[in-house]
Every structure is written in structure tokens, then in C-alpha cells.
């Protein structure tokens, strides 16, 4: 009966070193599978601080772009406002030259007409004065288009 005990013990240490290695196995299998978690859950978040740092930097970009933008915003409405006035200050000087030739026609007109009226006041009426005025008038004018 001691051999049977002692082949039973022997028999009961054997089925427990199975079992510890059985579960020395699980250990690893549970412990290689946790690190395999543990390493993707570090490159998920190397990952995810990447991605932060992008955005940031394309929030930084956006910001400076949108700066950018309104400065050239600011200048080219500066620009346009000082065209405007340019613009408007060529139309007024141009009216004013026009006026300033009209009034230079309607007095050479007047000179003219009054030369002429005191040829044909006089007496006797100097008509070939008159007409000799009225054909100098007409050979300055340029003909009409």
C-alpha cells in the first residue's frame, strides 16, 4: 500500500506540475496578450497626440492665414478708396479743363462777334472786314466729325 501511496502521491505531484504549467502557460498567454493591449494602446496614443499636434498646427496656419488675408483686405480696400478718389479728382480736373475751354471759345466768340459788329457799325460798314473775321473763325475750327 505504500507503493500505491507513493504511486498515487506520485501521480497527484505530476498531475499538479501539469497544472502549474497548464497555468504558467495561461499566465503568459494572459500576460503576452496584456502587452500586446499595453503597446497598442501606446501607439493609440502616439498616434492621437500626432494628430493634436497637426491640428494645432494647422489652427496656427488657419490663424495666420485668416491675418493674413485681412491685412491684404485692409490694403486693397485702402488701394481702392485712393483710386476712387484719384479717379474722381481726374473727372473733376477734366470738367473743369472742359469748362475752362468753353469759356475760352465763348470769349473768343464774343471778341470776334464784337470785332465784327463794330465793322458793320462803322460808316461806312467795313462788310469785307466783317467777312475776311468770319473766315479766319472758320479756317481755325476743325471740321466736325
Do not use: H, W
Not at 22 to 32: D, E, K, P, R, T
Request: net charge negative.
Amino acid at each position: 500500500m505504500l507503493l500505491a501511496t507513493a504511486s498515487a502521491i506520485a501521480s497527484l505531484v505530476a498531475v499538479l506540475a501539469g497544472l502549474a504549467t497548464i497555468g504558467s502557460f495561461l499566465a503568459y498567454l494572459y500576460f503576452v496578450q496584456r502587452s500586446k493591449a499595453n503597446d497598442a494602446r501606446d501607439e493609440a496614443l502616439a498616434l492621437a497626440e500626432t494628430r493634436r499636434e497637426v491640428i494645432a498646427d494647422l489652427r496656427a496656419q488657419l490663424a495666420s492665414s485668416e491675418e493674413s488675408r485681412m491685412r491684404l483686405e485692409t490694403r486693397a480696400d485702402t488701394r481702392i478708396r485712393g483710386l476712387e478718389t484719384a479717379l474722381e479728382d481726374a473727372r473733376t480736373e477734366a470738367r473743369e479743363q472742359a469748362y475752362q475751354i468753353q469759356r475760352l471759345y465763348a470769349i473768343g466768340l464774343a471778341d470776334v462777334l464784337t470785332g465784327m459788329s463794330c465793322d458793320l457799325e462803322a460808316v461806312p460798314a467795313d462788310v469785307e472786314g466783317a467777312l475776311r473775321r468770319i473766315r479766319e473763325l472758320l479756317a481755325s475750327v476743325p471740321p466736325a466729325a
